[in-house]
């Protein structure tokens, strides 16, 4: 209680403590592939088929059997078979022209390539050298009818759209969508396109932001607003947007101030079940619940909104989805940066990699870190994550959290 607050509680606490909250919607819907993107599938997804469905060659070349090749070097063509041809068989003893893709006719189980065959009229040379059964593709290779290849919870990735359109599927069964309200706090605050600015005022940077963050997860934008500061407003907006939001989301107004409202609103409107974690930038997030909503507040200043996203409301909000839960994935890299003095939070640096003549990645990072610095977060590719009291000499290891990847 160090300046009348409770103490900051580290990330990880306030992780656990939202993967608790975080159950997730059950109500689904038949969505159609080329809207499926980014979707939440809600059950397993076997193949009704075996793809490829049939042998087929893996190159452009010639098929033949490869017993009839063991000691002749020299084979009459008698077939030609393309892609999509539903070919006639093999007359033994006798090779076959064919394309990528074309099925293998019965009686061929080799193919060689074209770049390496000869040909003299109607008649196919092998070369000296070649391996029976090679560059065939093999019915069932990639899928077999009855396998799992999609499962609940999978976030569909522009793959996954293909191969549930490869086993002829033009639809899924996906949790429904978030309904997520976005509040933007601050007297300051003025939508971008309403006229110029008057002195004292900017433009609200935070709701777009969010609101681009959100629908690549996929939520739909349900309620959205700009308030003042002002403690009736506040509390209605958020009464408002608790009948209909899943999620609200607030930024601004969440410090201690005495013109920050939105703690004592959601305070008198709902819970307040967690309160400023120890990191930076970030500290003053908030979260609880007004009404039948979560809430999530935070902090005004746009970086930290952005940090404080991708490392809490966007884990949050896919465990609401329904999706399979993964870790935020930091992988090493080398700091191209020294930190001499350490900090009492954990500090999520805004940075960039390098691939250095040897391959060897190294990060390096903006010089300006204030969180008022929006530009440094389309600059950066990722955070550094440096633990609570650690110094950093130039070449050290330091977790590396790309924005790519967790942000999709
Ligand atoms: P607050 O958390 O309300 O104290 O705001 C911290 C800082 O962030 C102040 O400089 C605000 O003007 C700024 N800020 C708050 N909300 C927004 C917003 N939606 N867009 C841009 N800047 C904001
Ligand atoms: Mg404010």
């Known amino acids: 209680m160090k300046d009348g607050h409770p103490p900051l509680l580290s990330a990880e606490e306030v992780w656990a403590r939202m993967r608790k909250d975080a159950v997730p919607v059950t109500e689904c819907e038949k969505v159609t592939l080329a809207q499926a993107l980014s979707r939440v599938l809600a059950q397993d997804v076997r193949a009704p088929i075996t793809v490829p469905g049939f042998d087929n060659s893996a190159m452009d070349g010639y098929a033949f059997r490869a017993a009839d090749a063991q000691d002749r070097r020299e084979l009459p063509l008698s077939l030609r078979v393309a892609a999509g041809d539903k070919p006639e068989a093999l007359a033994p003893g006798t090779a076959c022209r064919i394309f990528t893709g074309a099925p293998l006719p019965s009686g061929a189980d080799t193919v060689v390539i074209q770049e390496r065959c000869e040909r003299r009229g109607d008649t196919l040379i092998l070369p000296e050298q070649w391996t029976p059964h090679a560059n065939v593709r093999r019915a069932g290779e990639d899928i077999r009818a009855g396998d799992v290849i999609l499962s609940d919870g999978q976030t569909l990735t522009p793959q996954a759209v293909g191969l549930a359109a490869s086993c002829g599927f033009t639809e899924i069964l996906a949790r429904r969508r978030l309904r997520v309200a976005v509040l933007s706090t601050g007297d300051e605050l003025r939508p971008a396109g309403s006229g110029p600015l008057r002195e004292g005022q900017i433009y609200d940077s935070n709701r777009p932001m969010l609101n681009a963050l959100l629908m690549r997860l996929g939520c739909e934008i349900h309620a959205a607003g700009a308030l003042g500061d002002d403690l009736a407003r506040t509390r209605q907006a958020l009464r408002e947007a608790a009948q209909t939001a899943d999620v609200i989301v607030t930024t601004g107004g969440v410090s201690v101030g005495e013109e920050d409202h939105v703690k004592a609103a959601v305070e008198a409107e709902g819970t307040l079940s967690l309160w400023r974690v120890a990191i930076k930038p970030g500290k003053p997030l908030a979260f609880g619940r007004v ?30 989805m329904g999706a399979t839960p993964t870790d935020l994935r930091a992988f090493p890299v080398h700091a191209g940066f020294e930190r001499k003095t350490p900090d009492s939070r954990r500090e999520f640096v805004r940075a960039r990699l390098v691939t250095r003549d040897d391959g060897a ?45 967790v942000l999709d």
């Not at 969180?371 to 650690?390: H, K, M, Q």
């Open 291 to 320: 009404g039948g909503a979560h809430f999530l507040g935070l902090p005004g200043n746009p970086v930290s909104a952005f940090v404080t996203f991708v490392l809490f409301v966007q884990p949050f909000l896919k465990a609401l």
């Open 361 to 405: 990645l190294w990060t390096h990072t903006h010089p300006r870190q204030s969180s008022g610095v929006l530009s440094s977060t389309v600059w950066a590719e990722g955070l550094v994550d440096i633990a609570a009291g650690r110094c950093v000499a130039e070449g050290d290891l330091v977790p590396f959290l790309p924005f790519e990847g």
